[in-house]
């Protein structure tokens, strides 16, 4: 059974940083394409960053520039180092996985994290 849990959120002043992880149960991990998504109070989900296993990232136009998705596969961990915070980042991060391609953009992600809240004061 895949498990995905999240850490690392927490509440920070506009223009600091967090850096969230993604401790995954599986070992599958290390083929599988890795997302992260976020979502707003009132608001969809939102994806934000997806990275191969060749650690290729994609990024949302809104987060181009600031955040920075990683992997360890040796460790199973995803990570989104996450700069220069607006308060229009605050949401509900979760991680996901999905199946092996080299277009984890457009994959259907099968298995989520419960989230962390990440908060960004003005």
């Known amino acids: 059974q895949v498990q995905l849990v999240e850490s690392g959120g927490g509440s920070v002043q506009s223009g600091g940083s967090l850096r969230l992880s993604c401790a995954a149960s599986t070992s599958i991990y290390s083929t599988a394409c890795m997302g992260w998504f976020r979502q707003a109070p009132g608001k969809e989900r939102e994806k934000v960053a997806t990275?191969?296993?060749?650690?290729?990232?994609n990024y949302a136009d809104s987060v181009k520039g600031r955040f920075t998705a990683s992997r360890d596969n040796a460790k199973n961990t995803l990570y989104l180092q996450m700069d220069s915070l607006e308060p229009d980042d605050t949401a509900i991060y979760f991680c996901?996985?999905?199946?092996?391609?080299?277009?984890?953009?457009?994959?259907?992600?099968?298995?989520w994290g419960r989230g962390t809240q990440v908060t960004i004061g003005s």
């Open positions: 990275i191969d296993r060749n650690s290729n990232t």
């Open positions: 996901a996985l999905g199946p092996s391609s080299s277009h984890c953009w457009a994959v259907v992600y099968a298995y």
